[in-house]
């Protein structure tokens, strides 16, 4: 049918309808995304993270681009969608190390709840691989987790892998949440993650599986392999959003 026929036989107010209905159709979609997730009908907000403030402006230049760098932007970061009622876990919580005397700083400060990354606010894990590990004290249904391991310069933290797992040892039941280890020097597997520049914003990660569902697990295992400016390893704060599973 050509198009001029077609005009003819539908007309402008079928037109309209047409239009309007792609409009709905947007809309309504929309609302659906923004405002429901997995399969529970259950209405999503605006995971809320309180922010530090900068401690620097500007895109970093002295760390070059790389297929396995995310783009650094300093636009706002969109929000991640979460079911209500998200507190953040780790606040106060024990926190152990593989080391376990820091060259800097205590390890409360990971879960201290101040994260604003000057002097006296992070602390300083010896070189190479090393891992931080949270006790969120009884199992729970996690379904994001933010972190800042150094913002006081823009910096990219090496390997870093975040696990979860019902055992303190992580030997059995380990899911990992997140790893960016893309040549496995590390030694934990491959991983998919980009690499990612830090700044007052952190790393916010999204530790739901492809159908939306949390994780579940009482402890969060951090691991870091030095960074761009160094082979040392460090936190300001890590905090985990969630509730006690049922
Ligand atoms: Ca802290
Ligand atoms: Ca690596």
Same mark, same amino acid.
């Given at each position: 049918?050509?198009?001029?026929?077609?005009?003819?036989?539908?007309?402008?107010?079928?037109?309209?309808?047409?239009?309007?209905?792609?409009?709905?159709?947007?809309?309504?979609?929309?609302?659906?995304?923004?405002?429901?997730?997995?399969?529970?009908?259950?209405?999503?907000?605006?995971?809320?993270?309180?922010?530090?403030?900068?401690?620097?402006?500007?895109?970093?230049?002295?760390? %070059?681009?790389?297929?396995?760098?995310? %783009?650094?932007?300093?636009?706002?970061?969109?929000?991640?969608?979460?079911?209500?009622?998200?507190?953040?876990?780790?606040?106060?919580?024990?926190?152990?190390?593989?080391?376990?005397?820091?060259?800097?700083?205590?390890?409360?400060?990971?879960?201290?709840?101040? %994260?604003?990354?000057?002097?006296?606010?992070?602390?300083?894990?010896?070189?190479?691989?090393?891992?931080?590990?949270?006790?969120?004290?009884?199992?729970?249904?996690?379904?994001?987790?933010?972190?800042?391991?150094?913002?006081?310069?823009?910096?990219?933290?090496?390997?870093?892998?975040?696990?979860?797992?019902?055992?303190?040892?992580?030997?059995?039941?380990?899911?990992?949440?997140?790893?960016?280890?893309?040549?496995?020097?590390?030694?934990?597997?491959?991983?998919?993650?980009?690499?990612?520049?830090?700044?007052?914003?952190?790393?916010?990660?999204?530790?739901?599986?492809?159908?939306?569902?949390?994780?579940?697990?009482?402890?969060?295992?951090?691991?870091?392999?030095?960074?761009?400016?160094?082979?040392?390893?460090?936190?300001?704060?890590?905090?985990?959003?969630?509730?006690?599973?049922?």
């Amino acid at each position: 049918m050509s198009q001029s026929l077609r005009m003819g036989v539908v007309g402008w107010g079928g037109l309209f309808a047409v239009v309007w209905g792609v409009v709905i159709g947007w809309a309504g979609r929309g609302t659906l995304g923004a405002e429901s997730g997995g399969g529970s009908g259950e209405q999503l907000v605006p995971l809320e993270i309180k922010l530090p403030r900068p401690l620097f402006q500007g895109t970093p230049k002295h760390i %070059k681009p790389a297929p396995t760098l995310e %783009k650094y932007t300093d636009k706002p970061r969109p929000p991640l969608m979460v079911p209500p009622g998200l507190k953040n876990l780790a606040l106060k919580k024990k926190v152990t190390s593989s080391d376990s005397e820091p060259i800097v700083g205590e390890l409360a400060m990971v879960t201290d709840g101040d %994260k604003e990354g000057s002097d006296g606010s992070f602390v300083e894990l010896g070189p190479g691989k090393q891992w931080v590990q949270i006790d969120l004290e009884t199992q729970a249904e996690i379904f994001a987790i933010q972190l800042w391991h150094y913002h006081a310069e823009g910096r990219v933290y090496q390997d870093v892998v975040i696990q979860v797992s019902d055992d303190p040892e992580f030997k059995t039941g380990v899911v990992t949440v997140f790893n960016n280890d893309f040549d496995n020097s590390s030694g934990m597997g491959v991983g998919k993650d980009l690499e990612y520049i830090e700044d007052y914003r952190g790393k916010l990660i999204d530790a739901r599986d492809e159908k939306g569902r949390p994780v579940r697990g009482r402890y969060v295992r951090l691991y870091s392999n030095g960074n761009t400016s160094n082979d040392l390893n460090h936190y300001v704060e890590v905090e985990v959003y969630g509730k006690p599973a049922s």
